[in-house]
């Protein structure tokens, strides 16, 4: 029974990273990392990106 946690916890981890590299194509910087901000069923406490990307570029004045 211990099978099935680990691999429905690997498959969100890769889908996490699959998300993460996502964001970073469309333009989002990692700003920050939440340390143990989310309690994942099967892996426990996890950490937590902070991501940001300006939706336009401010003017120079």
Same mark, same amino acid.
């Given at each position: /029974? ?6 429905? =916890? #690997?498959? #969100? @981890? /890769?889908?996490? /990273?699959?998300? $993460?590299? /996502?964001?970073?194509? +469309? =333009?989002?910087? %990692?700003? =920050? $990392? +939440?340390?143990?901000?989310?309690? !994942?069923?099967? +892996?426990? +406490? %996890? #950490? %937590?990106? @902070?991501? !940001? ?9």
């Amino acid at each position: /029974m211990e099978i099935r946690p680990a691999r429905a =916890g #690997d498959f #969100d @981890v /890769m889908w996490g /990273m699959f998300k $993460t590299a /996502m964001y970073r194509k +469309l =333009g989002f910087e %990692v700003v =920050g $990392t +939440l340390p143990k901000a989310f309690r !994942h069923r099967a +892996l426990g +406490l %996890v #950490d %937590v990106y @902070v991501m !940001h990307r300006f939706l336009y570029l401010p003017s120079r004045s």
